[in-house]
């Protein structure tokens, strides 16, 4: 099925970033001598975007998976964008407490076409 073929990729391609090492980000200060001092190096991070409406059982099994194959909350923070007001969407996200960042969009009900004007419909 399409569902278990994407399932697959996905976790091709989270083994190949995990084999990887990550890449390293230098700071680089100018201090008054005008020579640069370059601080402690630290790995860049690459989040992992979700966007959730109206699938609470898929949201939680891929989340699941998602914490569970990650090799650091630092570097691969994962944020949740709840698109729909779906009280279970987002109970399920909520669930994953502080190892996801849960974003709320605004109400996306429909829009009062009679206040936009005429030239920008």
Do not use: Y
Not at 23 to 29: E, G, K, T
Not at 75 to 91: G, K, N, R
Request: glycine letters at 2%; proline letters at 10%.
């Amino acid at each position: 099925s399409i569902r278990k073929k994407q399932s697959e990729i996905n976790l091709l391609l989270l083994k190949q970033l995990n084999n990887r090492p990550p890449p390293v980000v230098h700071d680089v200060v100018v201090v008054r001598t005008d020579k640069p001092v370059v601080q402690e190096e630290k790995p860049s991070a690459l989040a992992v975007l979700m966007i959730a409406c109206n699938r609470p059982d898929a949201i939680k099994r891929s989340l699941a998976r998602l914490i569970k194959l990650r090799p650091s909350a630092e570097q691969f923070p994962i944020v949740v964008s709840l698109d729909c007001a779906h009280s279970l969407t987002e109970e399920a996200a909520q669930q994953f407490g502080d190892k996801v960042k849960i974003i709320k969009q605004p109400d996306q009900g429909p829009v009062p076409m009679d206040k936009i004007p005429q030239n920008k419909r």
